[in-house]
């Protein structure tokens, strides 16, 4: 259910690829809310926008549905562990046939 609502794009941030990883970091880089900062306030700000961007797009990360806890501490309460994740979207993988309307009225007034 959790996964149907937030669609995550990853279990966890392990399985998050490094491309992934450094289009993120690009994206917050140009944020903002960065301008006119002191580096070092800028790599705390870069870090916690990081932590909160990956929290969004991974599973065990994000805030349950149900509950204002963590998916994955959810889990452990309830002594489960999430090995993978599949996630089906209704219509998916249906391959819709484009068809030229114009093109199928006039092949019916030919005949």
Do not use: C, W
Request: hydrophobic residues 40%; charged residues 30%.
């Amino acid at each position: 259910m959790h996964i149907a609502s937030m669609n995550p794009e990853f279990l966890d941030e392990s399985s998050v690829p490094e491309e992934k990883i450094a289009e993120i970091k690009a994206e917050i880089a140009e944020s903002p809310s960065l301008v006119g900062k002191p580096e070092n306030i800028k790599q705390n700000i870069l870090k916690g926008l990081m932590i909160k961007k990956l929290s969004q797009i991974t599973l065990l990360d994000q805030e349950f549905v149900m509950d204002k806890i963590k998916v994955s501490q959810y889990l452990t309460n309830k002594g489960l562990k999430a090995i993978k994740m599949a996630r089906f979207e209704l219509g998916e993988g249906i391959e819709k046939v484009e068809v030229d309307f114009a093109a199928e009225v006039a092949s019916q007034m030919s005949k």
